[in-house]
């Protein structure tokens, strides 16, 4: 399964983003989907997960309360909504699809091309 992520993009402070990753040449059936971010200089981490098939969620400790994650499943899609946006939540945003129940990003793959998302103060 090939991911597309989009809809980042310059946000203020306190303002919200829905970023969207799709499934295309398969779907995400059997997978948990996460959403990770990067910042520049620093390491790929874990924001939120979805698992496709029961869509129960897990989120990191900074997007509790900020962040939704959602699925679609006619358009096979998830989305992540964040609000209360940050300039400490600039960063590159993937997506990506593991078999497993876990928020390290050494146990996904499919790692689209991310999607730049900016937060002003």
């Known amino acids: 399964v090939q991911l597309q992520a989009s809809g980042g993009g310059l946000a203020q402070a306190g303002g919200s983003l829905r970023l969207s990753c799709a499934a295309s040449g398969g779907t995400f059936s059997g997978y948990n989907v996460g959403w990770f971010r990067q910042a520049p200089g620093k390491e790929r981490e874990f924001v939120a997960r979805i698992s496709w098939n029961v869509a129960t969620t897990v989120y990191a400790d900074s997007a509790k309360g900020r962040a939704t994650i959602s699925r679609d499943i006619p358009k096979k899609t998830v989305y992540l909504q964040m609000n209360s946006l940050k300039p400490e939540d600039t960063a590159v945003y993937y997506c990506?699809?593991?078999?497993?129940?876990?928020?390290?990003?050494?146990?996904?793959?499919?790692w689209g091309q991310g999607t730049l998302v900016t937060v002003s103060s």
């Open positions: 990506s699809v593991s078999r497993y129940y876990s928020v390290s990003s050494s146990s996904y793959g499919s």
